[in-house]
């Protein structure tokens, strides 16, 4: 039975999960399996943007069959020739006799080389810059060679503003019922096999990534749709920027990887060590035991980490077989900008340690730290105070962390409040007929018995005047889904002047009348203010729990999520006027001076929420 979900209106994913496959391309494990996508656009024309691998070429027939709704197929973009990708194309050439192949010369070279067919009399030949019209919808190609292969190309879909970026931003693992990033916690249970795959199959061609996200920043993308993993549709920003971190062989993280290779336990003993003195000295690290771990994890960590140290016992007189693949393989990933220590053991001669150093001193903007360790079958205590030498020279190459000036000049760095943990709420008010909204971060249970909480609301704000009024409101907990435009309708507008709850097709509302948002929110708390207190910008209220329920399960969001996930980034330096951006909702002062009494139009804050617009 056809498995497929609409993304828009007109294109459907009709891809296939492969949950059998033990080593993609024979030499990637992925106990997770793999998704091969393949999506069709239904225009005026009929258009199928990739095939899927041969493995799993049955149910995809049945998923193109469903989605085409008997009507014939006009266009196969091939954006990807290497047969996971395109295992399916000569069969569907024989199978619509109308069906054209669109592809670039060098996909027509590849496709040759791996199939006997007719092809020159079926192919529309696209380059750069070349669009095709398929009636609502214009296709625009864009080359982006070696990502992965020298013909992938990826299309830009103007009407539903969809880039099908072919391998970029692809990821291992099956989709497991879920199509889209955000219906998963990426961070927490993909990123890194995002990144293994980033790394293990298009690390070595990080400039042609960055060539290819520069042309990507000129489009508006509503939809990345790749040829592996999660459609993404939610904070594609996000991805985009893990991206622009691997493609320049930036580390994401400062800390060290501790790769070893130890037949004896005894170079494992050293690099134990070492890991115990670095974290003593705040150093954060990982190891890898390179024997057991697969080479493509300690690739992507090789990418995430700013250090590394190979620890290396010497065997045939050369570095440890399992160690030197490794390494080798970080070499011909391009890895770069890291610092690298070396610990070499040796029963007789070592030499491990001068020849890992010497293979990656091909590898560009690796900097040595000259300490290193060589072990004779095993550390003595003698040699501690040289581990003690290179924990130390490690931790002093990392650069120090500046406190603000506040903390030796005794003043307030308004900055530290945002250290503060907050959650985000809609309160809802209602006085009369008139039901009002404001979000809020300044929400807190403050007792048990009896049950209350407490809430402090900007003065600006309608709503608290109204709350002042009535003592009656809601919190709505915000949910990490919730959309920027929660926080537009909310928090951009005043009450007084404008219908908060305007177009809402819902209309909830909780046993004391007042409205509450049941999307994009896991909670619900009905309040009675029993206490108010006049704290300058800022009114508090204590307030008696009178109701509250769980609408789901999902993750609440917090103040931070907010700013790295949902608020928009701002606008390239190049674009923004001298001036003061407000931190909370990106409102841009233009002017030399920002006044001391200025609030924020948009988002009430006041003028210790802005910071300087630098250029
Ligand atoms: Fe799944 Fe380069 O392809």
Redo the contacts with the bound molecule.
């Keep these: 039975m056809y498995c497929i979900r609409k993304i828009t209106d007109d294109v459907t994913w009709i891809g296939v999960n492969d949950r059998r496959l033990a080593m993609f391309e024979g030499v990637y494990h992925v106990p997770r399996g793999v998704a091969y996508n393949s999506y069709l656009l239904s225009d005026e024309k009929t258009v199928l943007f990739d095939t899927v691998d041969k493995a799993v070429r049955q149910r995809f027939l049945e998923n193109l069959a469903a989605a085409l709704g008997g009507r014939n197929l006009d266009y196969l973009v091939i954006q990807?020739m290497?047969p996971?990708?395109s295992a399916q194309a000569v069969e569907l050439l024989a199978l619509h006799p109308g069906l054209k192949l669109v592809c670039n010369t060098k996909t027509l070279d590849f496709i040759k080389q791996f199939h006997e067919f007719d092809f020159d009399s079926r192919v529309v030949l696209v380059d750069e810059g070349d669009t095709l019209e398929t009636g609502k919808h214009t296709l625009h190609f864009v080359m982006a060679p070696m990502v992965?292969?020298p013909e992938v190309m990826v299309t830009y879909d103007s009407a539903d503003k969809i880039l099908f970026s072919a391998?970029a931003f692809g990821c291992f693992g099956a989709l497991n019922g879920a199509l889209y990033a955000d219906e998963v916690d990426f961070d927490k249970d993909y990123m890194d096999e995002a990144r293994r795959y980033y790394t293990n199959?298009v690390g070595k061609y990080g400039a042609q990534v960055v060539a290819l996200l520069s042309k990507a920043s000129a489009l508006e993308i509503d939809y990345l749709c790749p040829?592996?993993g999660f459609v993404w549709r939610r904070n594609i920003g996000d991805f985009i920027l893990k991206y622009s971190l691997w493609g320049t062989y930036t580390p994401e993280e400062s800390g060290v990887m501790i790769a070893y290779a130890s037949v004896y336990g005894n170079t494992e003993n050293a690099a134990e060590l070492l890991a115990h003195k670095l974290r003593a000295r705040g150093v954060r690290s990982v190891m890898y035991d390179v024997s057991v771990s697969p080479a493509s994890d300690i690739v992507s960590e090789a990418f995430r980490w700013s250090h590394l140290v190979f620890a290396s016992t010497t065997y045939n007189a050369g570095i440890f077989v399992t160690m030197e693949s490794v390494v080798n393989d970080l070499v011909s990933h391009n890895i770069q900008n890291r610092t690298v220590a070396v610990i070499e053991n040796g029963s007789w001669a070592a030499t491990s340690g001068g020849l890992i150093r010497k293979s990656l001193e091909e590898c560009r903007n690796i900097t040595f730290i000259d300490c290193g360790l060589s072990l004779k079958s095993s550390l003595k205590a003698g040699q501690l105070e040289q581990v003690d030498r290179l924990a130390a020279a490690i931790a002093a190459s990392f650069p120090a962390l500046e406190p603000s000036e506040a903390a030796v000049t005794g003043d307030i760095d308004a900055n530290t409040m945002f250290k503060l943990s907050y959650g985000l709420f809609i309160l809802t008010t209602k006085d009369g007929d008139k039901d009002n909204g404001c979000i809020t971060n300044a929400a807190i249970q403050i007792s048990e018995n009896p049950r209350r909480i407490s809430l402090a609301v900007n003065k600006a704000n309608y709503s608290c005047g109204m709350l002042m009024k009535t003592g009656v409101f809601n919190i709505s907990i915000l949910a990490t889904s919730a959309p920027f435009s929660i926080f537009e309708r909310f928090g951009f507008h005043s009450g007084r002047d404008t219908d908060k709850f305007s177009g809402l097709e819902s209309s909830f509302r909780t046993d004391n009348g007042v409205r509450y948002l049941p999307e994009s929110v896991n909670g619900v708390i009905s309040g009675k203010v029993v206490e108010c207190s006049d704290n300058g910008s800022h009114m508090l209220f204590t307030a008696d729990v009178t109701q509250a329920f769980v609408l789901s399960g999902e993750p609440s969001l917090t103040y931070q999520y907010y700013f790295d996930h949902i608020k928009p980034k701002p606008k390239p330096r190049a674009e923004r006027k001298a001036g003061y951006a407000c931190k909370i909702c990106g409102y841009e002062y233009e002017g030399e001076h920002l006044p001391e009494d200025f609030i924020c139009p948009l988002c009430k804050h006041g003028a210790s929420d802005f910071e300087k617009i630098t250029g």
């Design positions: 990807h290497e996971d990708h992965h292969w391998d199959i040829l592996h």
